[in-house]
């Protein structure tokens, strides 16, 4: 299926490993030219080198702590002309409320919450200055079915659908749709190390995460792949009817 994305360009945040990367794969075959933004500028350079050679598209590099409002006030300038914005990036650890102290949980936030909604601001403008352009927000199934063990990114999930529904209704008569994608537990990095804290503050064991999925705290694992390809189809003119909706890929 041709998603009609040939010659747009996209910002994926996180884009250096894991549901970013795969991302960037998928966007690349259908031939849009990537703007990645990481705090890993060394893998970035070795990802960015993989996609020019399989994909022939154009890959601009940034290396950037979202955390920062400096940072992300450059990126979102430097990336003024994207017409496409993935938010993807993000660390919450697992963990319950006795484990996670507050400046944990506020660096977490700064991420996952709040450069998505800093970022969103700042690239909605101009998309609103144009009268297009895409964001979709990468969340989490947590933001829906909240979890005891994992509480700090279960908060943070809920607060960025609500934030997606309410912006998503609103920008679309300004040619903007904003979406969310709830992926289920994902086979990636962090969402392993995820698993294993929640599965050492429930049982003393962090190997024991597989327990967790079947006692349904987590939900079983998918490949990133499968929710890159969820990603394109949202942000491509296929979904244009869509906006202020988020989708899950977990029951």
């Avoid at 102290?101 to 800093?118: G, P, S």
């Avoid at 537990?185 to 429930?202: D, F």
């Amino acid at each position: 299926m041709d998603l009609d994305l040939q010659g747009k360009s996209a910002l994926i945040t996180g884009g250096s490993k894991g549901i970013g990367l795969a991302c960037a794969h998928a966007f690349a075959a259908e031939g849009c030219h990537l703007h990645l933004a990481s705090r890993d500028a060394d893998r970035l350079e070795k990802v960015s080198r993989t996609l020019r050679e399989r994909h022939a598209v154009r890959v601009a590099i940034y290396s950037a702590d979202l955390r920062d409002p400096v940072a992300l006030h450059a990126l979102a300038t430097a990336c003024a002309d994207v017409e496409i914005l993935v938010n993807n990036a993000g660390d919450i650890p697992g963990g319950t409320i006795e484990t996670i102290d507050d400046q944990t949980w506020r660096h977490a936030w700064e991420l996952k919450l709040f450069a998505y909604i800093n970022l969103t601001r700042e690239m909605y403008v101009h998309m609103k200055s144009r009268g297009r352009g895409t964001i979709l927000n990468i969340i989490g199934m947590a933001g829906e079915q909240p979890s005891f063990e994992y509480i700090c990114g279960s908060a943070a999930g809920g607060a960025l659908i609500a934030f997606t529904k309410g912006m998503g209704k609103g920008s679309r008569e300004h040619g903007v749709r904003i979406l969310g994608l709830n992926p289920a537990s994902t086979r990636t990095e962090r969402v392993m190390a995820v698993m294993k804290a929640a599965s050492k503050a429930k049982f003393g064991d962090e190997n024991r995460y597989e327990d967790l999925i079947r006692a349904g705290v987590f939900t079983k694992l998918i490949e990133p792949e499968q929710v890159a390809d969820a990603a394109v189809f949202l942000a491509s003119p296929r979904a244009g009817a869509l906006s202020g909706v988020t989708l899950s890929l977990g029951a």
